[in-house]
């Protein structure tokens, strides 16, 4: 009985403590429902940083330290490769070696037979501009004879000029003294008939009348053949200017001939130069060069002997060394919330890293960007641009970062209490509108 009675008193004591316990668990489960709530009220007060979000890739500004793809210049076939996938070049590198496939350029002396033909047609103008400067020579020449010839005859002219005007004056002359003998003869007859004069002295005045005709016909036929000198010599002087003039005509037609032929010539000249430094510089394009420092990838050619047409692509190549930068798109609804000078967190892929877009001071492993550049255009997938660049006096880039890296880009905007922003996020509202100090200040410069 004894011992019953003690294991009933354990037990009843057992009770106890179990409802005493149970009793203040049920306090204790009363106050953290309440503990829970007021801490999610107090969180709902607590800054939330607004942001943007996008996928972007590693890139550059400057589109000379971009991804360059290397295409061939000319039709070809390829005769050799220097590179292979993977590859680290330099600029100015050999990547292929081409061969022609047009029969216009396979004559391998294509360039020596054309400088041939430059240097023959060239000794051809200096022809024709030699034989141009011979005409001014004859042309100088006919001048002077024709001045001389000209001059000559003049001085002739005036001679006959004064022969005509001598043989006029003694036709005179001869003309006085007939008409004087004709009178003298006259009154000799009549004086002869009267018999106060004697038949000799008569005929003597008949034959000093034949005399003086005879003097006139004389002297009237040396007029006249004067004069008709004259217009001889006349006739000459025309016909000698006629006849240089045709000459220097002809000369002078020889002359611009010859100026034609070296200008066309000339012109020749021109258009073989132009051949030849084609054919030179297109001599360059069989070996295609690598345009930057890099790696090579993507080749899209393989083997040898393949047949390539001009602009067609042949590899791409990444630079090694560029100026890092980020791009990323936007929608339409977010870009008037994006300005320059604007901070943006990074996310690298393949770099450890604890994100709470919304208190950023709380993340881990992100690095910080400011916005560069807007563009203000939209692109083929409805989005605009947005580079961003390293911000000065940030944590730096990781040196590993490859071109066309992915990362996660989360622009920074307003700071507002949680339960707004669940409030706006429930309600599809855009995040505020606002302006950055950078931005404000571009604003009011203009």
Request: hydrophobic share 35%; with cysteine.
């Amino acid at each position: 009985m004894f011992l019953e009675k003690n294991i009933d008193n354990k037990r009843l004591m057992q009770y106890e403590s179990f409802r005493k316990a149970m009793l203040n668990k049920h306090h204790s489960n009363k106050k953290w429902p309440i503990i829970i709530v007021i801490i999610l009220i107090l969180a709902l007060f607590l800054p939330w940083t607004q942001n943007i979000k996008s996928r972007g890739e590693v890139s550059s500004i400057d589109p000379q330290q971009r991804t360059q793809e290397v295409n061939t210049i000319i039709p070809g076939r390829i005769l050799k490769w220097y590179v292979r996938d993977g590859a680290m070049v330099k600029a100015g590198d050999t990547l292929v070696q081409l061969a022609e496939v047009k029969d216009d350029y396979l004559d391998p002396q294509l360039a020596d037979r054309t400088e041939e033909q430059l240097n023959s047609k060239a000794e051809a103008v200096k022809f024709y501009s030699g034989k141009a400067g011979t005409t001014d020579s004859q042309l100088n020449a006919l001048q002077q004879a024709l001045l001389l010839k000209t001059e000559q005859l003049r001085n002739k002219l005036k001679q006959y000029n004064l022969q005509v005007q001598t043989d006029s004056m003694t036709m005179i002359a001869a003309n006085s003294q007939l008409k004087i003998a004709d009178e003298q003869l006259k009154r000799q007859k009549e004086l002869y008939n009267a018999g106060l004069k004697s038949l000799t002295e008569y005929e003597q005045r008949q034959q000093y009348y034949q005399d003086a005709l005879a003097k006139k016909m004389a002297s009237e036929n040396k007029y006249y053949n004067s004069r008709n000198e004259l217009l001889i010599i006349q006739l000459e002087l025309s016909s000698v200017k006629q006849d240089y003039s045709e000459k220097m005509s002809k000369v002078s037609g020889e002359k611009f001939s010859a100026l034609s032929q070296a200008a066309t010539g000339q012109a020749e000249v021109s258009k073989l130069q132009n051949q030849l430094h084609n054919y030179r510089t297109r001599r360059g394009f069989h070996y295609i060069l690598a345009p930057q420092s890099g790696q090579v990838m993507q080749n899209v050619k393989a083997g040898i002997g393949e047949i390539v047409k001009d602009g067609e692509k042949l590899l791409s190549i990444v630079p090694s060394n560029f100026d890092r930068a980020v791009e990323m798109y936007v929608s339409p609804n977010d870009l008037p919330l994006i300005s320059r000078g604007q901070l943006v967190r990074i996310q690298f892929d393949g770099f450890p890293a604890i994100v709470f877009s919304g208190w950023p001071q709380a993340s881990y492993g992100v690095f910080s960007g400011e916005v560069a550049a807007v563009d203000n255009s939209i692109g083929e997938n409805g989005k605009f641009k947005v580079w961003i660049s390293q911000k000065d006096g940030e944590k730096p880039w990781p040196k590993d970062l490859r071109f066309g890296a992915g990362c996660q880009a989360i622009a920074l905007l307003n700071n507002v209490p949680v339960w707004y922003e669940l409030w706006r996020q429930v309600n599809g509202f855009p995040a505020d509108f606002y302006k950055n100090d950078k931005a404000k200040k571009d604003t009011s410069k203009k």
